[in-house]
């Protein structure tokens, strides 16, 4: 059974930083593509990052480009994201997914706001 637990969110000031980790587990982690999602209230669920089993990375988005680094430990299995800078607007329920699966974890909040 596929299961994805999102952790590390919480409330930061502007400009602060936060490092989101995503436990994975019921699956072949290290031979599959990792993603992260937001979905900022009241907007759709959004793709962030997205990195490849190898460590190839792909951003999603100006809004993130420079701040936020996706990363993954394959001995451990979990997926990271570490986000600097952050900004009001990066408020959101972030998600981690596997691509492969059609399974989500119950996200963990982030809120920027002085």
């Known amino acids: 059974q596929v299961q994805l637990v999102e952790s590390g969110g919480g409330l930061v000031q502007p400009g602060g930083s936060l490092r989101l980790s995503c436990a994975a587990s019921g699956f072949i982690f290290r031979n599959q593509n990792m993603r992260w999602y937001r979905q900022s209230p009241g907007k759709e669920r959004a793709l962030v990052e997205v990195?490849?089993?190898?460590?190839?990375?792909?951003e999603y988005g100006d809004s993130v480009k420079g701040r936020f680094t996706i990363s993954r430990d394959n001995y451990k299995n979990i997926l990271y994201l570490q986000m600097n800078n952050l900004k009001p607007e990066d408020t959101a329920v972030y998600y981690c997914n596997c691509p492969r699966y059609s399974s989500w974890g119950q996200g963990t909040q982030v809120t920027v706001s002085w």
């Open positions: 990195i490849l089993s190898a460590g190839r990375v792909t």
